[in-house]
């Protein structure tokens, strides 16, 4: 059993940065894949990144690659999202979880069994 927190959104003008933390505890931390997710209003959640269990592979959806990068700290069971040259389409409700044994892209939410409740990103003017 997981318990995933995530913590670091907020409002931030087009062009800033935000970084996100997500706070793992549990069993096993270190074994699962943690990935980042997000629903604007009105669309369906989709993945942004993952990071591998001994962080050794990362992928990205193409609309955050060169702007987010996704880490990893065993020591303090925590995962980083860097998120630079915010766009308004970047707006949402950011989830980060983890998964157990996730195939290929990394990016598939039915991949993940356990998830935070959500932090919000709202990048305006």
């Known amino acids: 059993q997981l318990q995933l927190v995530e913590s670091g959104g907020g409002l931030v003008q087009p062009g800033g940065s935000l970084r996100l933390s997500c706070a793992v505890s549990?069993?096993?931390?270190?074994?699962?894949?943690i990935g980042w997710f997000r629903q604007a209003p009105g669309k369906e959640r989709e993945g942004v990144s993952c990071i591998s269990n001994v962080g050794d592979y990362t992928n990205y959806a193409n609309s955050v690659k060169g702007r987010f990068t996704i880490s990893r700290d065993h020591a303090d069971m925590s995962v980083y999202l860097q998120m630079n040259s915010l766009k308004s389409e970047d707006t949402g409700v950011y989830f980060c979880?983890?998964?157990?044994?996730?195939?290929?892209?990394?990016?598939?939410?039915?991949?993940?069994?356990?998830w935070g409740q959500g932090t919000q990103v709202t990048v305006s003017s």
């Open positions: 979880a983890a998964g157990w044994n996730v195939a290929t892209t990394g990016l598939n939410a039915t991949e993940y069994g356990y």
């Open positions: 549990g069993t096993m931390v270190e074994v699962y894949t």
